[in-house]
């Protein structure tokens, strides 16, 4: 139950996260960057981010530091942040779900895939590298 609450919780964190740097990148780093440049900026500091918030949830929630919990904090994440992704794109940007998945053949979309995947995968990443360097979270 740790880790469903840990991932709920990085979700929302991330969410948070990208709901302040969305509208920065589109109104202010596209014009001056470029669509590419923009997303890859965004990415950056999204991945500090994501650090940081998964590093915080598995020490927040004491989650176990096997890759089953770390996996489950991940999973619960995507599985709120998919259909939040969906409703923002569809009822805040307008789009229809057509140009919103042709979007990810873009090199945009393509950063914004891996970056889904490293969403996904962050708390376990962080455990795995924590417990590599023999330090513990707890």
């Given at each position: 139950?740790?880790?469903?609450?840990?991932?709920?919780?990085?979700?929302?964190?991330?969410?948070?996260?990208?709901?302040?740097?969305?509208?920065?990148?589109?109104?202010?780093?596209?014009?001056?960057?470029?669509?590419?440049?923009?997303?890859?900026?965004?990415?950056?500091?999204?991945?500090?981010?994501?650090v940081?918030?998964?590093?915080?949830?598995?020490?927040?929630?004491?989650?176990?530091?096997?890759?089953?919990?770390?996996?489950?904090?991940?999973?619960?994440?995507?599985?709120?942040?998919?259909?939040?992704?969906?409703a923002?794109?569809?009822?805040?940007?307008?789009?229809?779900?057509?140009?919103?998945?042709?979007?990810?053949?873009?090199?945009?979309?393509?950063?914004?895939?891996?970056?889904?995947?490293?969403?996904?995968?962050?708390?376990?990443?962080?455990?795995?590298?924590?417990?590599?360097?023999?330090?513990?979270?707890?």
């Amino acid at each position: 139950m740790q880790a469903v609450k840990a991932g709920v919780v990085y979700f929302l964190l991330m969410f948070a996260v990208g709901w302040i740097l969305g509208p920065i990148r589109e109104l202010w780093a596209v014009s001056r960057f470029g669509r590419v440049e923009a997303t890859l900026l965004e990415a950056t500091i999204m991945l500090v981010a994501m650090v940081l918030a998964a590093r915080w949830v598995t020490r927040q929630f004491e989650v176990r530091q096997t890759l089953p919990a770390t996996i489950a904090i991940g999973l619960v994440a995507l599985g709120v942040l998919i259909p939040a992704e969906i409703a923002g794109v569809v009822f805040v940007r307008g789009l229809s779900f057509q140009d919103y998945f042709s979007g990810f053949l873009t090199a945009p979309g393509m950063i914004s895939l891996v970056m889904f995947l490293i969403f996904t995968a962050m708390p376990s990443l962080v455990t795995l590298l924590t417990r590599g360097r023999g330090g513990a979270i707890s």
